[in-house]
């Protein structure tokens, strides 16, 4: 099983007008957000002002997670939904659609037949776990906390990439602490 650590330190920042994202990964390689010729991408980003308006974003299906703080999402026409920390929302990214709260996300963007899904969970203190593979694609964001694989040492913001040809395989880690999202890629091949 193939794995590579993308290390907080490696992530680009950029401003927005309501505050920063910073993109984390983007596939295939050497893609750019600006020429949409990705198929999925993954960023955290600040919400820093009370009201913002989404940039409209066509054939780009989204799900945005709440890390920090208390966002209310409006989409036109279809629906709205609060969300508290870790809590989540899907919704196409040519909605026209606001929010209300200043927060940090993460942010999950898949284009064409590539989709994904998010899970947020928790290991306690000296906590071991054993995690089963099942997508394509697995990857694990460090929200906070550290973590421990292969007896390397994950940090806040650091990101685990699984390529998982077999599709079923476990992986074990371990932790003092720490708040993990685990991301699951179908590349819709």
Not at 39 to 58: G, N
Not at 164 to 181: A, M, P, R, T, Y
Request: with cysteine; hydrophobic share 35%; charged share 25%.
């Amino acid at each position: 099983m193939k794995f590579e650590i993308i290390k907080a330190s490696n992530t680009k920042t950029a401003t927005w007008s309501g505050g920063t994202t910073s993109e984390i990964y983007i596939s295939p390689t050497g893609s750019e957000f600006q020429k949409r010729d990705f198929l999925f991408r993954l960023s955290v980003a600040t919400v820093e002002i009370e009201e913002s308006t989404f940039t409209p974003l066509p054939e780009i299906n989204r799900t945005l997670m709440v890390l920090k703080g208390n966002l209310h999402l409006f989409h036109e026409n279809h629906h709205d939904k609060q969300l508290s920390e870790f809590e989540q929302d899907s919704f196409k990214g040519d909605w026209n659609t606001s929010s209300k709260g200043k927060v940090t996300d993460f942010n999950l963007m898949c284009k064409g037949k590539t989709s994904g899904d998010l899970k947020h969970f928790r290991l306690s203190e000296n906590q071991a776990s054993k995690i089963n593979l099942s997508s394509e694609k697995e990857l694990f964001f460090v929200v906070n906390g550290s973590l421990i694989f292969e007896n390397q040492i994950l940090e806040k913001g650091d990101l685990l990439i699984f390529e998982n040809e077999n599709h079923v395989q476990e992986i074990e880690f371990s932790s003092e602490f720490c708040d993990l999202i685990q991301i699951k890629i179908d590349l819709g091949k």
